[in-house]
Each structure stands twice: as C-alpha cells, then as structure tokens.
C-alpha cells in the first residue's frame, strides 16, 4: 500500500517515475488561483533505521500508518503515539504540510496564466511539501508517466533550486536526525 495513493485521490500508482525538486517560495499565497487540491498534516516518527511511523491529518481525520522496506501498513493512534515515546532518541519528529494536486501540470499552466487546451498535460501528479524546519523552502515532487520528458519546469513565484531526486539529504529520515544539518545552515 502507499500512504499518499490511500490518503490523496488522483495519486498515480507505485513505481511512476518520479523528479523532486527543491524550491523557495515566499509565499503560497498562489495557491489561492487553484481549486481541486488536497491540503493534509503529517507527522513523521523514525521509530529506528528501518521503520517510520506517520500520522496524516486530512479533512478532519487522522489516519497512522507504520512504514518499514517501503511497505505500508495502517495502524491505531495508540501504535503511533507509542512509537512516539519510544522514538530513538538520534531523532526527531519532522513536521510538514504537503499540498497534492492531482491534476499537475494543470495546475502549473493555471498557476502561470497559460490555457491547456490538450490533453497532454493530464496524468501529471505534484505534491508540495513545507516543513516546519524550513521556512520558506520546500520540496516538489512531480510524478507520471511523461515526468522524464519534464526539462524546464517553472512555476511563478515559486524558485526551483535544483533537482534532488535521488539525493538522500532531503529524505525523511535524514530531516529526523537531531544532528541534521540543513542546506540552509
């Protein structure tokens, strides 16, 4: 199972290629041009090296799910609270909001004032990660078939920084570590 297929409709199956980029905003007010998005808390518990755990505030609901070799399970609130007390204590919880838009590349072409009158632009997904630790930076991740096609990608007001895609500095468990030493340090 995948936690975001589960929590966000529109979310392409596993295994679609995947780009991540790290940007700066200085402000998601842009967002207000869009509709259709999903807007979701999380908490993340690295419980130890190989299992996380993760609570997802979405729409009222909270939903937990525990994660280990990329396989996802749900669990109760009380599994993940107590994997909270027991956290290791190399880590942190990391906090973030992520934004999902499940129709992507439709969302940047309204973003950018462009009209999309293809249906090239469909099957792209994008989700937008802040994190308390940041302030106003945040990871964008684009998925979909046609991502690798993805060369120039712009979004006003929003600086794409560079592409990190297979960088494990901007994984979860790296931003849990206590001694996680930023790119903005």
């Known amino acids: ?5 589960y929590i966000f409709k529109g979310y392409p199956k596993q295994n679609v290629p995947e780009k991540r980029f790290l940007i700066r905003f200085e402000n998601l007010d842009i967002l207000k041009r869009l ?8 908490v993340d518990c690295q419980v130890s090296d190989e299992v996380r755990t993760r609570k997802i505030s979405i729409k009222g609901k909270e939903h937990y799910f525990r994660t280990k070799e990329e396989l996802e399970e749900p669990i109760s609130k009380e599994a993940f609270e107590e994997s909270c007390e027991n956290m290791h204590h190399l880590y942190r919880l990391v906090y973030r909001t992520r934004y999902a838009f499940s129709d992507g590349i439709l969302s940047a072409a309204i973003l950018a004032g462009i009209p999309v009158t293809s249906e090239d632009a469909r ?3 994008m989700m937008l990660d802040t994190f308390d630790l940041w302030k106003d930076f945040g990871i964008l991740t684009v998925k979909g078939a046609k991502v690798s096609e993805l060369n120039n990608f712009d979004l006003p007001e ?7 895609t297979d960088d494990k500095t901007y994984c979860t468990k790296s931003m ?8 903005l340090e």
Do not use: C, R
């Open 158 to 164: 929003i600086e794409i920084l560079k592409e990190i």
């Open 123 to 125: 099957g792209i997904f």
């Open 35 to 42: 509709s259709g998005y999903e807007v979701a808390e999380m």
């Open 1 to 5: 199972m995948n936690i975001d297929k």
């Open 176 to 183: 849990a570590t206590i001694d996680y030493t930023s790119f």
